[in-house]
C-alpha cells in the first residue's frame, strides 16, 4: 500500500503494522464487513415484507391461508434459527436444480436422489460449471439472502401480529360504525396505528438480525468470520504466515465491531422513539 | 438390521458409547432418529447446566446493576451489554481462541492447605468451554430480565416492608426477591427456551466435536451432507426441538401457577412465548 513498505527494515518497526494491515488480504477483510452491511440493509426490508404477508395471512378468513400463516409466524418460537440457515438454502438449491433437471433433461428417467447422492445432469446445475467464479458466490449470497429473509420475515410477522392485535378495539368499532369496509379498515386503522405497537419490537429485531450475520460463516460466505479466522490463524491450507496465532485479536475486534453497531442502533431507535412518543 | 439394534448401537453414540464408525450408507430413517436423538444429550446438558448457574448469578448482577453504587452498577451494565450486545457465536469464537491459549497442561494452584491442578486442557473441550460461553450468555440476559423485574416492584411494598422495621435480609427473601421472580417468570422462560435453542449452536463455532460426538444438530448437519437430502434430518431434529421446547414451558408453567398461586386467577399473568431473546 504504501512505499516505504518495500523497505525490508521496516519490519521490526511498528510502521510495519500499517503496512501489514493494508495487505490486500486486509482489504478483502474490510470489504466482506460490506457483504455484512448490504446484507443487512437488503434483508431488513425483505424481511418486514415477509413478514407482513404472514401476519396479514394469519388473520385471513380463508382456512388454508390461515393456517400457513399461522404456521409460518410460529414455527421459529420452536425450532432454532440456526436449522433454518442450514436447512433453507440447500432445500432451495435442491428445489432450484430438481425442476430445472425435470424441464432440460427429461430423458433421464432414474431418480435424483440416488443412494448418497444428488444427481442432476449438468445442464440443470446451478450456477452451471462453466460459469465464472462471480456468479457462484453472488448465488449462495442470495440465497443466504433469502434464508435471512425467511427466518426473519417469520419474527417480523410475529411482531407484526403482536402489534395488529395491541390496536385498540374501539377505534377498529369506531371505523366499523362509521361504515367502513374491511379493506378500509385495515388499510386507514389498522396499518397506520399498528406501526407505533410494533417499533419497539421491530428495533429489537433489527440487533437480532445485526446479530445472527456471523451465520453466514456457515452458510459458506467469506464474510468477516471467515476472514478473521483465515488472516488470524498462523498458516491456513495454501499459506504460512509469519506470525503466531493472532485469530484471538481478530475474534475481539468483531466483537467489538458488533457491540459499536448495537450500541449505535440503540442510540438510533431511542430518537426515532422519542420523536413518535413526542407526536402522540 | 433392526431399529432395537440400532438403538443399543448408536442410543448413547453423543457420549462416545457404542459402535464408533458413523452410519456412511444405507442410512435408514431409524439410525436418524436414534443420533438425532442421542445428540440431544449435549443440548439438554448444556442448557441445564447452563441456566442452573446462571439463575443465582443472574440475580446478583441484576442487584448490582440496580444497586446505588456507581461502580457496582456500572459493572453491572457493561457485563450486561458485553453479552447482550455482541453475537453468541463471535462470543464461542472468543472464547475459544481465548481457552487455546492457556497452557496446555494445566496450571497447579497452590491453595494454603492442598494443591490443586487446573486442567486447562478441559477448557477448550465442548463439555467445560462451551457450557462457561453459554452461562455467562444467560447470566447476562437473565440479568437484564431481572433487572427490569426488580425496578418494577411497587414503591408501596417497600415502604412497607421498611415501616415493618425488617432487616435488609429479610426484606430481600420476604418482599423483593418473590416479587422480582415473579414479575419476570414469564420473560425467563422464554430465555430458557431460546437458551436451549442456542445451544445448537455450539459445535458449529469453533470447538471440535471429538470423535464425532457432538449435539442434535451436529448429527443432523452430518446427515444431510451424507444423503444430500435435508428432507428427513432437518424435520427430525425439528420435531425433537419443538417437542423440548413444549416440555420447557411445561415446567415453567408450573413454577409459574405456584408464583401466582396467591392472586386472582384473572391477575395472572401469562406465559407467552417472545422472541426477544433469541441470540
Known amino acids: 500500500m504504501f512505499q516505504y513498505c518495500t523497505d525490508p527494515s521496516i519490519l521490526s518497526q511498528f510502521k510495519w503494522f500499517s503496512c501489514y494491515l493494508t495487505s490486500g488480504k486486509h482489504i478483502s477483510f474490510y470489504l466482506s464487513f460490506l457483504i455484512v452491511i448490504s446484507l443487512i440493509c437488503i434483508t431488513a426490508p425483505i424481511s418486514l415484507f415477509f413478514g407482513f404477508c404472514g401476519s396479514l395471512a394469519s388473520r385471513s378468513s380463508f382456512i388454508l391461508l390461515k393456517y400457513t400463516g399461522l404456521l409460518y409466524t410460529n414455527i421459529v418460537r420452536g425450532i432454532p434459527d440456526i436449522v433454518f440457515f442450514l436447512f433453507i438454502p440447500i432445500t432451495i438449491d435442491q428445489i432450484l436444480e430438481y425442476s430445472r433437471h425435470k424441464i432440460m433433461c427429461p430423458e433421464i428417467t432414474e431418480s435424483v436422489w440416488r443412494g448418497t447422492d444428488f444427481l442432476v445432469c449438468s445442464a440443470a446445475k446451478l450456477p452451471l460449471n462453466s460459469d465464472p467464479q462471480w456468479i457462484h458466490s453472488t448465488y449462495s449470497f442470495l440465497l443466504a439472502i433469502l434464508s435471512f429473509s425467511i427466518v426473519f420475515g417469520a419474527f417480523a410477522?410475529?411482531?407484526?401480529?403482536?402489534?395488529?392485535?395491541?390496536?385498540?378495539?374501539?377505534q377498529i368499532e369506531t371505523a366499523r360504525s362509521f361504515g367502513m369496509t374491511n379493506n378500509q379498515v385495515y388499510l386507514k386503522i389498522i396499518i397506520p396505528q399498528m406501526w407505533?405497537?410494533?417499533?419497539?419490537?421491530?428495533?429489537?429485531?433489527?440487533?437480532?438480525l445485526i446479530k445472527s450475520t456471523p451465520l453466514l460463516f456457515l452458510l459458506g460466505i467469506n464474510d468477516i468470520v471467515y476472514w478473521a479466522k483465515e488472516i488470524g490463524g498462523s498458516k491456513t491450507s495454501i499459506f504460512k504466515y509469519p506470525h503466531p496465532d493472532w485469530?484471538?485479536?481478530?475474534?475481539?475486534g468483531l466483537l467489538v465491531f458488533y457491540l459499536l453497531v448495537t450500541k449505535l442502533s440503540e442510540i438510533a431507535f431511542k430518537k426515532i422513539?422519542?420523536?413518535?412518543?413526542?407526536?402522540? | 438390521m433392526s431399529c432395537l439394534q440400532t438403538i443399543s448401537d448408536y442410543g448413547l453414540r453423543s457420549l462416545g458409547i457404542g459402535?464408533?464408525?458413523?452410519?456412511?450408507?444405507d442410512i435408514t430413517i431409524c439410525e436418524q432418529f436414534v443420533l438425532i436423538g442421542s445428540g440431544l444429550?449435549?443440548?439438554?446438558?448444556?442448557?441445564?447446566?447452563?441456566?442452573?448457574?446462571?439463575?443465582?448469578?443472574?440475580?446478583?448482577?441484576a442487584i448490582m446493576k440496580n444497586s446505588s453504587n456507581r461502580f457496582l452498577s456500572l459493572i453491572g451494565k457493561y457485563f450486561i451489554f458485553i453479552f447482550r450486545g455482541s453475537p453468541l457465536f463471535i462470543q464461542f469464537f472468543c472464547a475459544?481462541?481465548?481457552?487455546?491459549?492457556?497452557?496446555?497442561?494445566?496450571?497447579?494452584?497452590n491453595l494454603i492447605f492442598i494443591e490443586v491442578t487446573l486442567e486447562t486442557r478441559w477448557l477448550t473441550r465442548a463439555w467445560l468451554g462451551a457450557l462457561i460461553v453459554l452461562y455467562l450468555n444467560t447470566t447476562a440476559y437473565s440479568a437484564e430480565i431481572f433487572y427490569e423485574a426488580l425496578k418494577s416492584i411497587p414503591k408501596a411494598d417497600i415502604d412497607a416492608a421498611n415501616s415493618l422495621g425488617l432487616s435488609s435480609k429479610s426484606k430481600f427473601i420476604k418482599i423483593i426477591y418473590p416479587n422480582m421472580l415473579r414479575f419476570s417468570w414469564p420473560s425467563y422462560t422464554n430465555e430458557a427456551i431460546f437458551l436451549f435453542h442456542a445451544t445448537s449452536l455450539v459445535f458449529f463455532s469453533g470447538f471440535p466435536a471429538w470423535g464425532q460426538s457432538g449435539d442434535a444438530l451436529y448429527y443432523?448437519?452430518?446427515?444431510?451432507?451424507?444423503?444430500?437430502?435435508?428432507?428427513?434430518?432437518?424435520?427430525?431434529?425439528?420435531?425433537?426441538?419443538?417437542?423440548l421446547t413444549l416440555v420447557i414451558i411445561g415446567l415453567f408453567g408450573i413454577i409459574n401457577t405456584k408464583l401466582n398461586k396467591h392472586l386472582p386467577s384473572d391477575l395472572k399473568s401469562k406465559t407467552r412465548i417472545k422472541i426477544n431473546f433469541i441470540r
Open chain 1, 157 to 170: 410477522s410475529n411482531t407484526i401480529s403482536g402489534a395488529i392485535n395491541a390496536v385498540p378495539k374501539s
Open chain 1, 196 to 208: 407505533l405497537y410494533a417499533l419497539p419490537g421491530l428495533s429489537n429485531l433489527w440487533m437480532l
Open chain 1, 247 to 252: 485469530r484471538v485479536w481478530y475474534f475481539l
Open chain 1, 273 to 280: 422513539s422519542n420523536k413518535i412518543n413526542h407526536a402522540t
Open chain 2, 19 to 25: 459402535e464408533r464408525l458413523l452410519p456412511k450408507t
Open chain 2, 41 to 61: 444429550f449435549w443440548n439438554i446438558y448444556f442448557a441445564i447446566f447452563a441456566l442452573s448457574i446462571g439463575f443465582i448469578s443472574a440475580i446478583s448482577i
Open chain 2, 96 to 109: 475459544y481462541e481465548i481457552f487455546v491459549l492457556f497452557p496446555k497442561i494445566g496450571i497447579d494452584l
Open chain 2, 220 to 243: 443432523a448437519n452430518y446427515f444431510a451432507d451424507k444423503t444430500f437430502n435435508p428432507f428427513i434430518p432437518y424435520p427430525i431434529i425439528a420435531f425433537y426441538f419443538i417437542l
